[in-house]
């Protein structure tokens, strides 16, 4: 993956990991001391989810600009008609002309994108599986298995431990694959949804304001930093396999950011 993207989301949950150190020293004796320390909990995980969102559509608009202008420099790329349907604003063909095409493009995608977010791991698959080969999706045995086996994700993750998943014979690991793409949605689905009741209601969906810990916003912190590590290792690798598979030559990847 092009690295503006992931450059952008380290600088981001780095903020976020600044404000988990700074809430780790405070004094929480007092109900006022507590809760300003739990606020600011609560903006390191916000924090931390933004990163996130940012993220998504930085690589979206990235793929979208590198995929039409190794369109642009040969002819020949077959467009995929996932890619074809993606409809960008009429207003991005008249910008100035000072503006590089990848640019305009790129600003174009991604602002179809921050008009809402993408902050579920649905629509996170259906803005990137265009730009994979066919038959390859995001979360696709490549990714679960980095996920289990290299990154040794926690069990709050994938609901299995490395050692288990390495003792599965090919049948059951099928189904436990199953298994872990459920347990991963439902976990970012959790975390996701606290972002948004810390936004939207102050962190209080019904009557009380919800307890958070130093230890659970950490967790948080480092599963974020998990999930776009695995997904951004998994966009470099597949997606110039993709740009291979559609007919770019090598002097068209290398021109489009490879």
């Known amino acids: 993956m092009p690295g503006t993207a992931k450059k952008h989301f380290d600088e981001d949950l780095s903020r976020a990991n600044a404000l988990l150190s700074q809430a780790h020293g405070m004094p929480h004796t007092t ?15 916000m924090y931390g989810v933004g990163a996130v969102d940012a993220y998504f559509c930085d690589a979206y608009a990235d793929l ?16 995929p008609r996932g890619v074809q ?3 960008l604003p009429v207003s991005a063909l008249f910008s100035s002309q000072t503006q590089r095409d990848n640019w305009k493009w790129r600003m174009a995608a991604r602002g179809i ?12 698959q259906k803005l990137l599986n265009p730009f994979f080969r066919t038959g390859n999706k995001l979360f696709d045995p490549v990714v679960i298995d980095s996920l289990v086996v290299s990154h040794n994700a926690p069990n709050r993750v994938t609901g299995i431990t490395r050692s288990e998943y390495r003792r599965r014979t090919d049948q ?6 199953k298994s872990i793409r459920k347990k991963i949605n439902e976990r970012y689905s959790k975390i996701f949804q606290r972002r948004h009741d810390c936004i939207h209601n102050c962190d209080r969906p019904k009557q009380s ?15 974020l930093n ?10 470099e690798s597949e997606f110039n396999e993709f740009l291979t598979h559609v ?5 068209t990847r290398n021109s489009a950011g490879y």
């Not at 109900?31 to 995980?45: A, M, V, Y």
């Not at 998990?226 to 966009?235: A, E, G, K, P, Y």
């Open 172 to 177: 059951p690991l099928d189904s436990a694959r």
């Open 85 to 87: 349907n993606i409809v």
């Open 64 to 79: 979208v600009a590198r995929i039409l202008r190794a369109k642009t420099l040969q002819g020949n790329v077959s467009i």
């Open 31 to 45: 109900p006022q001391e507590k809760l300003l320390r739990e606020d600011l909990l609560r903006s390191s995980l």
């Open 247 to 251: 007919g770019c030559n090598a002097v």
């Open 113 to 124: 994108v921050e008009k809402d977010n993408v902050l579920s791991l649905s629509k996170i």
């Open 226 to 235: 998990l999930l776009v590590s695995v997904i951004d290792q998994h966009i």
């Open 209 to 223: 304001i919800q307890t958070i810990s130093y230890a659970r916003a950490e967790k948080v912190i480092k599963d």
